[in-house]
């Protein structure tokens, strides 16, 4: 399984920003997708996540301002980032858990906010 994502970048404080991951590859079935950030010195951090029957669940830190969604028949996984401030300045990934508990990690891509 191959995670893709797309869509980081520069914005300033206030504004928005679209995440999108496709995922590819042989894959049975879809327990989770999600989002995980990264920032400078500092651990890996759930932002959001689908789960299959248990809906979303999002880091209390952007509820309100963040909403993922999942297209089954595509095998995507999208993060729409409303009222971006400059603490979600981070490294974001792509993450999938697929059949019996495998793990796949995209890439990582950049968000920066500016002040």
């Known amino acids: 399984v191959q995670l893709q994502a797309s869509g980081g970048g520069l914005v300033q404080a206030g504004g928005s920003l679209r995440l999108s991951c496709v995922a590819s590859?042989?894959?049975?079935?879809?327990?989770?997708m999600g989002w995980y950030r990264q920032a400078p010195g500092k651990q890996r951090e759930l932002v959001a996540v689908?789960?299959?029957?248990?809906?979303?669940n999002y880091a209390d830190s952007v509820k309100g301002r963040f909403t993922i969604s999942r297209d089954n028949a595509k095998n995507t996984v999208s993060l729409q980032m409303n009222s971006l401030k400059p603490e979600d300045t981070a490294v974001y990934y792509c993450?999938?858990?697929?059949?019996?508990?495998?793990?796949?990690w995209g890439q990582g891509t950049l968000v920066t906010v500016s002040s």
């Open positions: 993450r999938t858990v697929v059949g019996y508990g495998n793990v796949y």
């Open positions: 590859g042989t894959i049975r079935s879809i327990v989770s």
């Open positions: 689908v789960t299959t029957g248990a809906g979303t």
